[in-house]
């Protein structure tokens, strides 16, 4: 999209942070460098402008996160007021990868305990194997 002068535009990096996305603009600045930030499905500098109705991505491991963009602020505004500026748009498959690490769960041993004997190992791979049938 490119920008008219009706419209209004701000830098992504400074959005990103606006909208709570990134703790500090640094942040979302060097992510924007790394290549973890896209408007549709176009990696994108700091510099770059956005506008209302583009879709950003913010590749956050392991989750891609979708955002709509509503309307452009450039100040940063308070969590009850995110939902006004940005509209996640991300799929309910990206959310339960979220899920996954919590359903594998661990398994935590002592350290300088050595090598698990086989009986323990027994006990370790039926516990890994309940997690994984949730």
Do not use: H
Request: with cysteine; proline share 3%.
């Amino acid at each position: 999209m490119t920008a008219t002068a009706d419209d209004k535009t701000v830098r992504i990096d400074k959005y990103l942070w606006a909208v709570r996305i990134y703790k500090t603009r640094n942040i979302a600045a060097d992510e924007c460098k790394k290549g973890r930030i896209t408007i549709n499905d176009v990696a994108v500098k700091p510099s770059r402008d956005v506008v209302a109705g583009e879709i950003i991505t913010v590749k956050k491991p392991p989750i891609n996160y979708c955002y709509k963009i509503i309307d452009v602020i450039e100040n940063r505004i308070s969590a009850k007021l995110v939902s006004q500026f940005i509209d996640d748009i991300t799929s309910d498959e990206e959310k339960l990868k979220l899920n996954i690490g919590v359903k594998v769960g661990t398994f935590y041993r002592d350290k300088g305990t050595g090598r698990p004997t086989k009986k323990e190992r027994r006990i370790i791979d039926r516990f890994q194997n309940e997690a994984n049938d949730l």
